[in-house]
């Protein structure tokens, strides 16, 4: 079974403080490709990062990094000195390779940063 | 990545009419999505659209409701059909890339009232 399960519903944080955001996914895929995905209020759906199976160096960008642990099937974002902009519906996602169109997609963290 | 634009933006839809969205895409791709997000939830596949053929709809959800065309490698519409309130989603197109990852389209918020 694939499924992937964001815990936190709802995280509220002052602006300028670090932010996690948990990510913990099941799959029986030896080969698959994890995701985030950012939606603000506006209510578009904007990819953040796409990270392979096989790779599991932490990325950083900008304010943004993530940690893939294989062996806890975690896939975690933190947002660094966090801004009022950040504040959005954050959702984690998995593919497997075998099926890349078959994106599962979590239940989303909405993030508020408050000013 | 690819631009996709959807029409309408929004709409407010009277229960058992029935609303087209659009999708267009500024590059030929070969992989086109459709998805619900009903209100507070993530998000649903509805269906695969296929260029040429009929689109691959995913369980729970059928043509009769959601028509779907792909005229074209940059086009898609979706029709939700005899609509009732429990339809009040937003309606997203994704396309898929040489790079294995989905892009979506900025979404339709529709209201059945």
């Known amino acids: 079974a694939q499924k992937v399960t964001q815990a936190q519903t709802e995280i509220s944080v002052v602006e300028k403080e670090d932010v996690t955001l948990d990510c913990v996914y099941e799959t029986r895929d030896t080969t698959y490709y994890l995701f985030w995905y950012k939606q603000p209020p506006s209510g578009e759906l904007v990819f953040l990062i796409r990270?392979?199976?096989?790779?599991?160096q932490n990325e950083i960008s900008g304010r943004y990094s993530w940690n893939f642990q294989k062996s806890t099937s975690s896939f975690n974002f933190t947002i660094t000195a966090s801004q009022v902009v950040d504040s959005a519906v954050y959702f984690c996602?998995?593919?497997?390779?075998?099926?890349?169109?078959?994106?599962?997609f979590g239940s989303g963290t909405r993030l508020s940063i408050r000013p | 990545s690819a631009v996709i634009s959807q029409k309408p933006s929004r709409d407010i839809c009277q229960r058992g009419t029935s609303l087209t969205i659009q999708c267009q895409v500024d590059?030929?791709?070969?992989?086109m999505f459709w998805y619900r997000q009903q209100p507070g939830q993530s998000l649903t596949l509805i269906a695969t659209a296929n260029q040429g053929s009929e689109a691959t709809y995913e369980s729970g959800f059928v043509i009769d409701k959601f028509p779907i065309s792909r005229p074209n490698l940059t086009f898609s519409t979706l029709t939700v059909s005899n609509m009732s309130p429990e339809d009040s989603s937003i309606y997203l197109c994704?396309?898929?890339?040489?790079?294995?990852?989905?892009?979506f389209g900025p979404g339709t918020r529709l209201t059945v009232l």
């Open positions: 590059s030929q791709v070969t992989m």
């Open positions: 996602a998995l593919s497997p390779r075998r099926s890349a169109s078959k994106i599962i």
């Open positions: 990270r392979n199976s096989f790779d599991e």
């Open positions: 994704s396309v898929e890339e040489h790079t294995d990852t989905q892009y």
